[in-house]
């Protein structure tokens, strides 16, 4: 069975400083791999994937995520936080090799940016 | 939140009563999804659909009950046979089931139980 791990519950950063939000996985064969972001009492907005090829994925709203195989990880990066940035972020993985399997998705994350 | 219409945003129900959420969408995908969150749980899958009047059940399918008659319509009915009812509920499609599909997300509906 595949399962994704987000080790902070929360993390902490000041607007401009780079951030990371840490995500790791297990999953038979290679994984899809995919983040997503959660405003208060919204649904989740799709930020990015990796599905193969480069290690480096960049997304949307200046994110961007390494997949590391060795470590099973796949954390989320920003070079510059906004205070805007603030919500909660979901990881999430499947699969690929299989012909369909459902998504399993991390706790989540809670980053806050402070000004 | 995309071409996804989930309605009420909020739901207020007695013990006792069955609810029924609604998801719409007019992405013309073929799979949809629903979804339970609660605090510190993340997401938990209730029921998910590949293709229309076919649907499965998920890691938490207890006390729920979906249907897909149209391509667009995914509603999920809370029976009273679900104990703990009051969460977030979150329904989502993709172009297809599976794969490297990314799943688009309704506003969601807050379900408390009184």
């Known amino acids: 069975a595949q399962s994704v791990a987000q080790p902070e519950d929360q993390v902490n950063v000041a607007e401009g400083n780079p951030l990371t939000v840490k995500c790791t996985y297990s999953v038979s064969g290679n994984p899809y791999l995919f983040w997503y972001v959660q405003y208060p009492n919204r649904g989740l907005q799709f930020l990015l994937k990796y599905i193969t090829g480069d290690n480096l994925v960049k997304g949307s709203y200046g994110f961007e995520a390494e997949f590391n195989k060795s470590q099973t990880s796949f954390h989320l990066k920003k070079p510059s936080a906004l205070v805007s940035d603030s919500a909660l972020y979901f990881c999430a993985v499947r699969p690929g090799d299989s012909g369909y399997s459902t998504l399993t998705f991390g706790k989540g994350t809670m980053l806050l940016v402070s000004p | 939140d995309g071409g996804i219409t989930q309605s009420p945003k909020y739901l207020f129900r007695k013990e006792g009563q069955n609810v029924t959420l609604s998801c719409e969408q007019n992405l013309n995908h073929d799979a949809m999804y629903w979804y339970r969150q609660d605090p510190g749980q993340g997401l938990r899958l209730i029921y998910y659909s590949q293709i229309v009047n076919d649907f499965q059940k998920g890691d938490i399918a207890e006390g729920y009950s979906v249907s897909r008659e149209k391509k667009e319509s995914f509603p999920l009915t809370v029976t009273s046979a679900q104990k703990n009812p009051t969460a977030f509920y979150l329904c989502?499609?993709?172009?297809?089931?599976?794969?490297?599909?990314?799943?688009?997300f309704g506003p969601g509906t807050r379900l408390t139980v009184l």
């Open positions: 989502a499609s993709s172009i297809q089931g599976g794969g490297y599909n990314e799943q688009f």
